[in-house]
């Protein structure tokens, strides 16, 4: 605590050194985004082979241990061996003119892209809670959120090794109620029904259509964002995906011209208005009921 309180009287300080720290993260990020579904898929590889061998991604070699930690990160285009110095965030990207020091091939972006976002988005989000359980915990929020953003973008999957453990930290921390106005059975319910909701969704939908509108790592996702915020926020963040999703679903058709018919991955917008709800959610609430005469 006593090193919490130092930080808390030197923000700049405290601002400076989870920049830093949120940066490192961002780089593991980028690992996890890339690496998760990977090992999901070779694990399903084992399982299904022995059904329809051909009919398969190509994925690393079962015989290679592949994790977050092992094989070394390597340029894809040549295979040489990412060292420590170029891994530095930001940084190398900026001093290697986004190339690989081998062969020269052009590194991706999104790389330096997502460790910058995850060290604005950290320190806003410190700048917001302050450097309190609050603060960190809303840390492992953000960050989970911009991993299941990622990857459910690559790939329409939202990994339960990710979703559920954000569930279950949602409910431990209302349970101590280290978020003001959020008990434990309003989380419990929110768990409940965040999931709920979606799953009955889904099953109407498919009901009346035939078709899937969703996955169920959506109802998942929902249940953790109403284990973090309650029950009362579910509304809301429903509301906000859904206008978030019909903005960048109408950007896309109009820019990209993305073709009306393609499914758009959900976990995104979820994300976003999990996000959204935590730190602006009591703001946008109390303005919509003084605007509606309500308050």
Not at 59 to 77: I, K, M
Not at 108 to 118: A, H, L
Not at 154 to 170: C, E, N, Q, R
Request: hydrophobic share 50%; with cysteine; net charge negative.
């Amino acid at each position: 605590m006593q090193y919490l309180d130092y930080f808390n009287q030197h923000p700049a300080t405290s601002i400076a050194i989870v920049a830093a720290i949120s940066l490192l993260i961002g780089s593991f990020l980028n690992v996890v985004i890339y690496r998760l579904p990977l090992m999901m898929m070779r694990d399903w590889r084992q399982e299904i082979e022995e059904f329809d061998p051909d009919d398969l991604p190509k994925l690393p070699p079962q015989d290679q241990r592949f994790n977050l930690a092992v094989p070394d990160s390597t340029c894809p285009g040549c295979g040489h061996k990412i060292r420590a110095w170029e891994n530095i965030p930001l940084i190398s990207y900026a001093v290697q003119r986004g190339r690989c020091s081998s062969c020269k091939t052009a590194i991706s972006p999104r790389y330096p892209i997502v460790e910058f976002v995850t060290a604005m988005l950290s320190v806003f989000v410190i700048q917001h809670f302050g450097l309190t359980a609050a603060g960190l915990l809303a840390l492992f929020f953000t960050w989970s959120l911009i991993s299941l953003t990622l990857i459910d973008a690559d790939h329409k999957l939202l990994p339960d090794s990710i979703t559920l453990p954000l569930m279950w930290a949602g409910l431990i921390a209302n349970y101590f109620l280290v978020f003001d106005g959020v008990s434990f059975s309003d989380s419990f319910w929110g768990a409940i029904v965040g999931y709920m909701s979606l799953w009955s969704i889904y099953w109407l939908f498919k009901l009346l259509t035939g078709k899937e509108g969703m996955g169920y790592g959506d109802f998942k996702l929902l249940a953790a964002l109403g284990a973090w915020m309650g029950w009362q926020a579910l509304p809301l963040i429903i509301i906000l995906s859904a206008g978030v999703g019909a903005v960048v679903g109408i950007t896309l058709m109009v820019v990209a011209k993305r073709d009306s018919q393609a499914t758009l991955p959900f976990g995104p917008y979820l994300a976003a208005a999990g996000f959204i709800a935590m730190i602006w959610g009591d703001i946008i609430t109390q303005t919509y009921l003084q605007f509606a005469g309500m308050n």
